[in-house]
């Protein structure tokens, strides 16, 4: 009975990494966006309408109760 192995190869490593980096990257972006529609809904309707937002849609999004 042979067992496979594997080695982590540079290659393979910067991979991992790299992955690892954009999802944290994705994770900060998501959380920031919902603290700004935090921040979006404490706006009257008409303030939102002359910046091109739309409550329904922020809502959608969603929000943080606090920042990072």
Do not use: C, W
């Amino acid at each position: 009975m042979t067992i496979a192995t594997t080695t982590s190869t540079r290659a393979g490593g910067s991979n991992f990494m790299r992955r690892a980096f954009d999802r944290m990257i994705e994770a900060r972006s998501v959380q920031a966006r919902r603290y700004v529609n935090g921040y979006l809904l404490s706006l009257d309707d008409a303030t939102l309408a002359a910046h091109g937002y739309n409550r329904k849609q922020l809502e959608r999004e969603g929000t943080a109760p606090s920042a990072f």
